[in-house]
Structures are given as C-alpha cells and as structure tokens.
C-alpha cells in the first residue's frame, strides 16, 4: 500500500515539477520579449520564477530520494559486511525520517505564519511559498518509509536460493 502510495507522489510530483519549469520557461522567455522588443517589462516574471524554482527544489527533493539519487558515500558504506551494511542504511534512513518530521513541522508554522505577508509583485500570500518545505517534507517521508520498508522486508525464499547458487 505503502509503495503505491509513494509511487503515486512520485508521478504527481514529476507532472508538477514539469508544469512549474514549462510555466517558468514560458514566463522567463515571455519576459524577455516584452523588455527587448516590446519596450516594457514584466512586473512579476522574475518573481514567479523564483517561487517555482521554490517548489521545484523541494518536490525535486523527492524525487530525488525516490529514485535513490542523492549523494552518499558509497566506499564507506560498501567496507562494512552485508549486516552492518543493512543497519547503517536503517539508521541513515530513519535519521533522514527526524530530521524530514522536523523540517515538516517547522515548514508548517514557517508557512501559516507568513500566510498574511504579500508578495511585492504579483500580491500571492508567502504562505503558499513557504508552503513547498513542508509539502516536499511530507513527500520525501512517504518515500523514506518506502525505502525503510524495503530494507527490513526479508527477502522471498526464491531470491535467497538463487544467491547461494
């Protein structure tokens, strides 16, 4: 269930990310043109820009750690025996976890406090920027968990048989 769940995210997050860069691209450009030909510029380009790179980083955040894309130092990891190995990657994935509750809960108070601060060009409520740390948290714990399961899930009988073959 777990699992279905995080690969839902997953997918929901990457359409998301897609839509804010394509959006941004298109904003951006559309800036240009109107400052160099058209003589004036957009009062709110830049700062759509910068919110979506915002909410991009943090989704992308997730997908990152779905696809187990995130830097790690795989030498250190690889001296230790299959056990030990097994333990050090639950402790780093639930200490991930602490640190990503963390994050969620700080986001939330961050974003419900910024909620009545306006942004200066296109008058957005902060809030809602503020809104992709703990949006991104709550993503990245789904695939954590997944993650974690995954690793405490013994492996089928069938699979344990072909390693000993």
Same mark, same amino acid.
């Given at each position: 269930m777990l699992s279905r *769940?995080?690969?839902w995210l997953n997918r929901l997050s990457e359409v998301v990310c897609c839509g804010v860069l394509l959006a941004m691209t298109v904003t951006v450009v559309l800036q240009v043109v109107c400052r160099y030909i058209l003589g004036a510029a #957009?009062?709110?380009s830049e700062e759509f820009a910068r919110y979506? #790179? *915002?909410w991009i980083t943090f989704l992308g955040a997730g997908?990152?750690?779905k696809r187990r894309a995130h830097m790690g130092v795989l030498a250190i990891v690889e001296m230790f025996s299959p056990g030990v190995r097994k333990g050090v990657q639950v402790f780093t994935i639930f200490a991930v976890m602490v640190?990503? *509750?963390?994050?969620?809960l700080k986001g939330t108070e961050l974003a419900v406090f910024n909620m009545k601060q306006l942004s200066p060009a296109m008058g957005l409520p902060m809030g809602y920027v503020y809104l992709a740390i703990?949006?991104?948290?709550? *993503?990245m714990i789904i695939h954590a968990a997944d993650h974690l399961l995954d690793l405490l899930r013994p492996l089928p009988v069938s699979v344990i048989g072909e390693a000993g073959d």
């Open positions: *769940v995080s690969h #957009l009062t709110w979506g #790179l *915002v997908i990152a750690l640190f990503l *509750v963390i994050a969620t703990p949006m991104g948290c709550l *993503v």
